[in-house]
């Protein structure tokens, strides 16, 4: 290490913050033509040599520079640039898998809405081929929540042959669909 180097360790290491500013105005500018060599981006560069200079000046007491300052300072902002190169790739590696996972759900969900689309039409169809009094009765109980109580006095039937209809036709819904999901 040169006399001028050991003389700027020496002062920064006790904290001197005019030998830091001379450090920083004489080598700014190249590191951050080196770092942008790797970064592609001059503000990354920038970025990246302000990082290393302030973990310099944090670390100030514990940094032992074993060859000259410009080294050290060279091989910081290199293994900063892999460092974010490297992190640049795993956040777009991320992004790349949430923007997949989102596109995978909202095809699900679209075509999770047309199969229920599908189902929906099918019940209904199912629905309108059962006996009138018997359609009648589920969709009283079923669609418009009346019980069976309710749906009795409306149709003018007995309670229980409610009961009786309504299960009659949740055994041949049960029928008709099972065999049109078998069919798909």
């Known amino acids: 290490m040169s006399d001028r180097d050991s003389r700027w360790a020496e002062r920064i290491q006790k904290g001197d913050e005019q030998a830091f500013e001379e450090l920083f105005r004489a080598h ?27 973990e310099i000046w944090r670390r100030r007491g514990d940094i032992k520079i074993k060859s000259s300052i410009k080294s050290y300072l060279y091989q910081s902002v290199r293994n900063r640039a892999l ?16 923007k997949s ?22 019940v209904n169809e199912a629905i309108s081929e059962l006996p009138e009094r018997r359609r009648m009765a589920f969709l ?3 669609r418009h929540g009346f019980t069976y109580k309710e749906v009795a006095q409306i149709m003018g039937i007995a309670p229980k042959t409610v009961e009786n209809q309504i299960g009659r036709a949740l055994k041949s819904l049960r029928s008709q669909l099972s065999r049109a999901v078998k069919v798909r």
Request: hydrophobic share 30%.
């Open 140 to 142: 009283l109980h079923r």
């Open 101 to 122: 996972e989102t596109e995978g759900r909202e095809k699900r969900t679209a075509i999770n809405k047309i199969e229920m689309s599908k189902l929906s039409d099918e």
């Open 28 to 54: 700014y500018s190249e590191l951050c033509g080196f770092a942008a060599d790797y970064l592609s981006s001059v503000d990354r560069a920038r970025d990246v040599v302000q990082d290393t200079f302030l």
């Open 83 to 98: 460092n974010e190169i490297r992190k640049s790739k795993t956040k777009s590696e991320y992004l790349e898998a949430v």
